[in-house]
């Protein structure tokens, strides 16, 4: 998230009720780029190479 969110954030007063609708959505796109993350570093994960060896 960017800076320009939070100045947004601080500038509104407590009894703003815009205040807590973008504070709902802050937290959503906070979720979102984890979840999103989360994904990504599925996709990267390296898998352990397996090789056959011989039958005993």
Do not use: C, P
Not at 4 to 31: A, C, P
């Amino acid at each position: 998230m960017d800076d320009t969110y939070f100045k947004q954030l601080r500038k509104m007063s407590y009894e703003d009720e815009m205040r807590y609708r973008l504070l709902i959505r802050g937290v959503k796109q906070i979720l979102v780029e984890k979840k999103e993350e989360g994904l990504l570093k599925k996709l990267f994960r390296r898998k352990k190479h397996i090789e056959a060896k011989a039958w005993k």
